[in-house]
């Protein structure tokens, strides 16, 4: 079992930025950021696998989210540059049981289930 927590997310102008950081209790191979805004579906946003070398993202963050993980720390960051207004939901953590390719992970999308947190709200004003 695999506890995930997010932090840093917050109220932030359009072209700003937040760094939103997720903290695994154990050890976690592929994690991922998803997304859910109101009334939508949770959509993928990135992965990154165990080593931090294999990244994906989803096209409409493509150029200004970055991921990085520190494994001695047992956490990811999402960085997000230049926030639109469709950027505000609230951010999920996501890890997957086992070792799940990154492409697999943005693919399959939420129904692949797995470890989750509890979400951090990012609202992004015009």
């Known amino acids: 079992q695999v506890e995930l927590e997010e932090s840093g997310g917050g109220l932030v102008r359009a072209g700003g930025s937040l760094r939103l950081s997720c903290a695994a209790s154990?050890?976690?191979?592929?994690v991922g950021w998803f997304r859910q805004a109101p009334g939508k579906e949770r959509e993928f946003v990135a992965a990154v696998d165990w080593s931090g070398s294999d990244t994906i993202y989803a096209d409409f963050v493509k150029g200004r989210f970055t991921l990085s993980r520190d494994n001695a720390k047992n956490t990811v960051y999402l960085q997000m540059d230049n926030l639109k207004p469709e950027d505000a939901a609230v951010y999920y953590c996501?890890?997957?049981?086992?070792?799940?390719?990154?492409?697999?992970?943005?693919?399959?999308?939420?129904?692949?289930?797995?470890?989750w947190g509890h979400g951090t709200q990012v609202t992004v004003s015009s």
């Open positions: 996501n890890s997957p049981r086992g070792l799940v390719a990154v492409q697999t992970m943005a693919l399959a999308g939420p129904t692949l289930g797995g470890y």
């Open positions: 154990g050890r976690t191979y592929t």
